[in-house]
T-cell receptor
């Protein structure tokens, strides 16, 4: 079946602009996670949704980052006033429920110029 | 604070040779431990995981890992490497007992010589 889908696969934006990254999880998966992977680093946890609500947003680096999942399926990660340090691959993962194995998407590569 | 250390940034092995990738973790109790593989242009894929019980765990693609509490290690092994194993490998720990909020190491890139 279809895996986790992330769009766009690549996004180039100018410093100070606003961006939205989309994640479409596997159908029926109630848990959804966002991670950020900077160059030469492992993925870093950002936020976890169980259904529509953010169960754990402790990894969001600052208030420029926000994520929503209004209908408990698709999620959007929103970054305001982007900075060059936000350049990274943003990974989305979903799981059947909160304590099941993660299925990762291929990521969105964000470049802030 | 919990952390994961993968001491080797890059390893090259010959096809058919054995492989061991090192992983050390820092955590107060016995954590959940994972190995993931990331091939170019693809998402992370779970190779295997350890929660409790038998300290030698088998995973997909012929990989295994051994949990050693005394050494705080969870090294990944494969007896005979195939060219298709070339990828980046990440060790991860789940300090909260959840499989989702993971702390990853920086990864080890594996190259395979023909």
């Amino acid at each position: 079946g279809a895996g986790v889908s992330q769009t766009p696969s690549n996004k180039v934006t100018e410093k100070g602009k606003y961006v939205e990254l989309r994640c479409d999880p596997i159908s029926g998966h109630t848990a959804l996670y966002w991670y950020r992977q900077s160059l030469g680093q492992g993925p870093e946890f950002l936020i976890y949704f169980q259904g529509t609500g953010a169960a754990d947003d402790s990894g969001l680096p600052n208030d420029r980052f926000f994520a929503v999942r209004p209908e408990g399926s698709v999620s959007t990660l929103k970054i305001q006033r982007t900075e060059r340090g936000d350049s990274a691959v943003y990974l989305c993962a979903s799981s059947f429920k909160g304590n099941s194995p993660l299925h990762f998407g291929n990521g969105t590569r964000l470049t802030v110029t | 604070a919990q952390s994961v250390t993968q001491p080797d940034i890059h390893i090259t092995v010959s096809e058919g040779a054995s492989l061991e990738l090192r992983c050390n973790y820092s955590y107060g109790a016995t954590p959940y431990l994972f190995w993931y593989v990331q091939s170019p242009g693809q998402g992370l894929q779970l190779l295997l995981k350890y929660f409790s019980g038998d300290t030698l765990v088998q995973g997909i693609k012929g990989f295994e890992a051994e949990f050693k509490r005394s050494q705080s290690s969870f090294n990944l092994r494969k007896p005979s490497v195939h060219w298709s194993d070339a990828a980046e490998y990440f060790c991860a720990v789940a300090p909260g007992g959840s499989q989702g909020n993971l702390i990853f190491g920086k990864g080890t890139k594996l190259s395979v010589k023909p």
